[in-house]
């Protein structure tokens, strides 16, 4: 420690850098830290000077980093989270709360999460949940989280990595569409296909009739579509991991058997920069166990999907 303190010209100026790094900018970094924006340039040019090196080009309407600049960036992250980390949990031990954040989507979080919160306060009561949500498709890296739900190829998951469950999918809608719609006598009407923008379509072919108007609801929110399902306003395809509570309680059925099993796992991942405390890893098991048991409850209920030698069979 005493031999960082010499390679720096300041103990500050690690804060100033990583402000200006992630800002892109001194003049956001100098209102982020209060101070004046000569006084944030200063600093990082006492910091470049003091290592030899440069850490930042000056470029229109900013800052960007130089490859010595990110190489330094990357490791403050890892360390100021570290850091972050060991704080919330000296704080956790004097509150007795700790915080756990997931990066999730607004779908699982309202058909999944929500309908169990009861139990899940029950098992975790000094747990303070945080929820990142995203309304479309989830992906990207895990940002200030501790734990984020992704789909992964088969072949690129990491040691880190947990699987949930693999990648299903089948068409559902609620029972009293299912009874007067899709299995309806003459099939009168044509089914309403519910889906996600941009989302690929092949699933509804079985549901669609020669020479009869296409009728499609669009949404961007996968939540939405789901919710439409739940009403009875047609059939939307539905992600297991999201729809396995109301398909267990009945709220959802199947449409048709097409179960479809992808190439793609559904985990739980967390991030690299960001040391995973225990409490995280029993809130990460707690959610595979849940989900394990939904799908045991639906193979019960339709065993011709055989979800459960699914599950079995998924490496």
């Keep these: 420690m005493s031999n960082l303190r010499r390679k720096l ?21 100098a209102d982020e830290l209060c101070v004046s924006q000569p006084a944030v340039s200063r600093m990082l040019s006492r910091l470049e000077e003091h290592l030899g090196v440069q850490l930042f080009e000056r470029v229109r309407g900013g800052a960007r980093l130089t490859d010595s600049g990110s190489i330094l960036y990357r490791r403050v992250q890892e360390g100021f989270s570290t850091i972050e980390s060991a704080i919330s949990e000296i704080e ?60 992964l190829e088969s072949g690129s998951l990491k040691p880190a990595d947990s699987l949930v469950m693999p990648e299903i999918v089948l068409p559902v809608c609620n029972p009293q569409y299912l009874a007067d719609v899709v299995q309806g006598k003459g099939r009168k009407r044509v089914p309403a296909l519910i889906s996600m923008d941009n989302q690929d379509r092949s699933w509804a072919a079985a549901f669609e009739t020669a020479g009869r108007p296409d009728n499609t609801l669009v949404f961007s929110d996968y939540a939405v579509v789901v919710q439409a399902a739940l009403l009875g306003q047609g059939i939307a395809l539905g992600w297991l991991n999201v729809v396995s509570n109301s398909l267990c309680k009945g709220e959802l059925v199947p449409a048709t058997d097409a179960v479809r099993v992808t190439s793609r796992r559904c985990c739980l991942v ?27 409850a639906i193979d019960a209920l339709y065993p011709h999907l055989s979800l459960a030698a699914v599950l079995k069979n998924t490496p």
């Design 9 to 29: 010209p300041s103990s500050s100026s690690l804060f100033v850098f990583e402000a200006a790094a992630r800002c892109g900018s001194f003049t956001r970094a």
């Design 270 to 296: 967390v991030p690299g920069s960001r040391p995973v405390r225990p409490v995280v890893e029993q809130v990460r098991d707690w959610i595979i166990e849940e989900m394990h048991a939904d799908l045991l």
């Design 92 to 151: 956790a031990r004097a509150t007795g709360i700790e915080t756990v954040t997931l990066s999730v989507s607004t779908a699982f979080t309202t058909h999944w999460l929500m309908p169990r919160m009861r139990r899940f306060n029950e098992r975790f009561p000094t747990v303070d949940m945080r929820y990142q949500l995203m309304s479309g498709r989830i992906g990207g890296p895990l940002v200030d989280v501790d734990l984020g739900m992704r789909y």
